[in-house]
């Protein structure tokens, strides 16, 4: 546990400032990410130091596909999220508690070191939830000369992601839809603060899109080649990761179609120059 960064007290009750939640939180109770409580006089982060995964990945896997290609990262990550996305692929850490190690941010560098890895991811879990976290890790990498790699929803407010931006060197930065409203009623969230993500983070560091194609969310053809015409007007060119969803968690529709995946790939093509298709096998 830790005290967390970016909150105030009001009254009685904290409010967390770190992503768009913008969580009021009573004492002793918890924001929507279920990794921060407010506790005599304090908001604090409850899963620092506590990691729920690590292991060296190909780093097509995180997945970026145009930073130091052929090359291994160390994975890391923690638990909890700040969306509740019903087809959640990694909903045992994202949305339950797991089994987790204890381990320092200089710990996970030495790991790093030990294996000859000259960069670490912080991924499966939405990694803004165990920001002190990622933060203490990166700067700490960052001295050593290993580089770092954020897996992310980007549903994170603009002062802890310019503060954390000092050191990450590339992202990939999930999309979940092209609508608000369907972001809002199926992920919790809003889909306004992503772009501005995608905005702020293309300055400082390498970007790279995913966008998990889940029937009766976003797997509408038409709307799909608006918002990315859009998108491409917003932020320009950059590499994108289509991937097809499987029934996982509390989503139980057929997996997305391959045909639809291609032609999906091909609409992205007239915007974007890398259109890159994920979890359709060989």
Not at 11 to 38: F, M, S, V
Not at 125 to 144: I, R, S
Request: proline share 5%; charged share 20%.
């Amino acid at each position: 546990m830790k005290e967390a960064m970016f909150y105030k007290t009001f009254e009685e009750w904290a409010i967390c400032q770190l992503c768009p939640n913008n969580c009021i939180i009573k004492p002793d109770h918890l924001g929507i990410c279920q990794t921060r409580i407010y506790r005599d006089g304090k908001l604090i982060a409850l899963n620092f130091g506590e990691v729920s995964g690590i292991q060296i990945d190909p780093i097509e896997k995180k997945p970026l596909a145009h930073w130091r290609q052929g090359t291994q990262i160390l994975s890391v990550g923690s638990y909890g999220c700040n969306l509740k996305c019903p087809f959640c692929q990694n909903y045992r850490i994202s949305q339950e508690k797991p089994r987790v190690i204890t381990m320092t941010p200089e710990a996970i560098v030495a790991q790093a070191i030990a294996n000859d890895l000259e960069a670490i991811a912080y991924t499966y879990n939405e990694p803004t939830v165990f920001y002190e976290m990622v933060y203490e890790t990166a700067k700490a990498a960052h001295l050593k000369g290993i580089a770092n790699v954020l897996v992310t929803n980007g549903y994170i407010n603009e002062a802890p992601l310019l503060k954390l931006l000092t050191y990450i060197d590339a992202m990939n930065i999930d999309v979940k839809t092209y609508d608000d409203q369907k972001m809002l009623d199926m992920c919790g969230g809003r889909l306004n603060p992503v772009i501005e993500t995608i905005k702020r983070a293309k300055v400082m560091a390498h970007v790279e899109l995913t966008m998990l194609i889940v029937p009766g969310l976003n797997d509408n053809l038409q709307e799909m080649s608006r918002f990315l015409a859009w998108l491409f007007s917003e932020v320009g060119d950059m590499p994108i990761h289509i991937s097809r969803y499987f029934p996982v968690y509390e989503y139980d529709l057929p997996a997305t179609n391959i045909d639809l995946m291609l032609q999906m790939q091909k609409v992205a093509r007239q915007y974007f120059t890398y259109v890159y298709l994920g979890n359709v096998g060989d």
